[in-house]
Every structure is written in structure tokens, then in C-alpha cells.
């Protein structure tokens, strides 16, 4: 069975930076896609980013020129560096890969205020 562990969420003020990491462990014969993906409160969850194997990135166009997403298969880790944080980044951030079943972490809250 397959588990992702996310680490890197906290309390940030606008403007700031946080760095998500989600670490897969288990049995994984290939890792065909990874991402980010957030929920507010009331909201339904929705594509922040993703990397396929190939590298090739997808972003939401709310985050393009201040997310940066990367991978490293190798370590079966992927990361989200989170730049000029805004007070609407605030959300439950979901790692997920496709290993090649989808699976999702557990959540890492993000809040950003002041």
C-alpha cells in the first residue's frame, strides 16, 4: 500500500514563502504523475500543479509566476515552493501521485495572514 506524507504547511504572512514537501513510501512499480492540489473551507478542491514524468509542469493560473513545482522520482518526493503568498492561498494543500493508481496525502494546512 502506498502512503504520502506531506510536511512544509504553516502560518505565513502575505507576501511570504512556504515550501511543501510529499514524500511516497510503499510498494511503487512507477511514478507516472505527481501534484498539488488545495481546499478551502466550503470550496472544492482544485489543480494547483502537477509534473508528469517527462517534467512537464501544469500550473493554475491563479499560482503561474509564484508556485514552482518539482519532483524527483528517485526519492519518489515532490515539492511546491510557494512564493508571494497571498491571503487566498490560504487552504488544506493535498499532495497526489499516480503510482500509477491515484493516490492523495493526508492535507497540510496553509494559512496566510497577517
Known amino acids: 500500500q502506498v502512503q504520502l506524507v506531506e510536511s512544509g504547511g504553516g502560518l505565513v504572512q502575505p507576501g511570504g514563502s512556504l515550501r511543501l514537501s510529499c514524500a511516497a513510501s510503499?510498494?511503487?512499480?512507477?511514478?507516472?504523475?505527481m501534484g498539488w492540489y488545495r481546499q478551502a473551507p466550503g470550496k472544492q478542491r482544485e489543480l494547483v500543479a502537477t509534473?508528469?514524468?517527462?517534467?512537464?509542469?501544469n500550473y493554475a493560473d491563479s499560482v503561474k509566476g509564484r508556485f514552482t513545482i518539482s519532483g524527483d522520482n528517485a526519492k519518489k518526493t515532490v515539492y511546491l515552493q510557494m512564493n508571494s503568498l497571498k491571503p487566498e492561498d490560504t487552504s488544506v494543500y493535498y499532495c497526489m501521485m499516480q503510482v500509477p493508481q491515484t493516490t492523495w496525502g493526508q492535507g497540510t494546512q496553509v494559512t496566510v495572514s497577517s
Open positions: 510503499g510498494s511503487i512499480f512507477t511514478i507516472v504523475n
Open positions: 509534473i508528469s514524468l517527462a517534467g512537464r509542469t
